[in-house]
């Protein structure tokens, strides 16, 4: 299911999975309860030369999927 963002005029941004069909609807805010619009967002993409939550880290530094996981999970990304 996608994560989708959204940014409460109230409360602020905050992100939702919801399945594609639900993708145009509004998503309720979770501390206040208004319908919030979904907003436009670049795609979180890994794989890239860079350093990043999803990209390869920098030089032998830790990080990218492996940060997110932890270290020694069964994913596939992490062997």
Aim: net charge positive.
């Amino acid at each position: 299911m996608p994560l989708y963002d959204y940014a409460c005029a109230d409360c602020g941004p905050f992100r939702a999975f919801r399945p594609m069909s639900e993708s145009a609807l509004p998503q309720p805010c979770p501390r206040c309860g208004s319908a919030v619009p979904r907003r436009l967002a670049a795609p979180m993409l890994g794989g890239g030369e860079g350093a990043g939550w999803l990209g390869r880290p920098a030089g032998n530094a830790r990080g990218g999927w492996r940060a997110a996981c932890g270290f020694g999970c069964n994913h596939l990304h992490c062997r």
